[in-house]
């Protein structure tokens, strides 16, 4: 028996309304966090040059994209087309892995996911029929094929408004980064700091695989970036790969772009005995790759990750150990906006 027979509320509606659908690229909406005309963050060069098949899957996956637009309908539609409708997680519901938030004039509306196994992920939305600001934050650990936009007849699919800061923030990092594990797709830090800056975001997190790969470096120092969150860390395997690779990356880019703002963060404080000895070397190792930055002149902050979780309950902020919730985000969104304001004041 499945949960919508025992409470209607966990039901998705229906459509009754008569909608003419349309592909994004035939309107004016817009797409940032991903490269124009594809759904990829990476392109095909940097893939090429890292070589690994799991690294470019993940490239494929749209954490930090943001369908944008205005429209006048009073009714949306919405249907957007999974790229591996079979990819599940045993860790993460599928509304923040595979489903799409949607904000009102910034304001939060809708949550749509696909059934298991399912490949499109369809919902509506009533509004008011004036002009409005429509923001869809897509799937955190899959990929889209194709988007369609439903709007009643004589209506308007329309460029967005720009946001108050003109260049992206940019992020890089592990699992984390990506999104793993938020609830929704909107919750995931680097989507709570950007709402909250009204900047576009540029999330480079990747599962597992962020390894402080050169080629990503130099991409990244051929970006317009108001600034950088470096979250390198967690996915080097031992901390000789971290002091190997961690200012090397970072020394990359700031030579190309010295100019650039960057926050240096340390992953979130280990509970665990076993872990705290090398925790204690992997920050040791992070906090040197700042100062040598510092002496050289470059902007460059750190956030400690012990403090993310902050104080108070800190064994609700994750899943598993180690992949914040929304709470967890939502604390590490706080602590990164507020190191971001200080120093880019």
Known sequence: ????????NFKQVQSEASLTYLKITDT????????????????????????RPEFTALAHHTSGAVLRFQTDTN????????????FMMSHMPLTGSAGMDVFVNGSYAATFRAEPGERAVKGEIPLS?????????????????????????????????????????????????????????SN??????TRWMDAEMYCLGFSGNARGDLPIARYISELPAKCLVYDYDYN?????????THEPFLECILSRKPKLPVLVMS??????KSEEMQGRERKQII???????????????????????GEESRECCTVDGIHPNDLGFYRIARKVVEKIHAFIS
């Open 129 to 185: 029929g004036e002009k409005v600001e429509i923001d869809v934050y897509l799937p955190l650990y899959n990929g889209v094929r194709e988007f369609y936009l439903g709007v009643k007849e004589n209506a308007c699919i329309g460029k967005p408004l720009e946001h108050k800061i003109k260049e992206p923030v940019i992020f890089y990092g592990s699992s984390i980064t990506q999104g793993g594990c938020a609830s929704r797709t």
């Open 1 to 8: 028996m499945k949960i919508e027979d025992l409470d209607s």
């Open 28 to 51: 004016e909406a817009e797409i940032e966090g991903v490269l124009p005309n594809t759904w990829k963050r990476l392109p095909d060069a940097v893939l090429k040059e890292i070589d």
């Open 287 to 309: 906090q040197g790759t700042v100062l040598k930055c510092r002496e050289k002149g470059f902007q460059v902050n750190f956030l400690d990750g012990a403090e993310l979780f």
């Open 188 to 193: 995931a830090y680097p989507a709570l700091v």
């Open 75 to 86: 009714i949306l539609g919405l249907c957007m087309e999974l790229l591996e409708p079979d």
């Open 267 to 272: 992953r979130p404080n280990p509970e665990f």
């Open 236 to 244: 080097a395997p031992d901390a000789a790969f971290l002091k190997a």
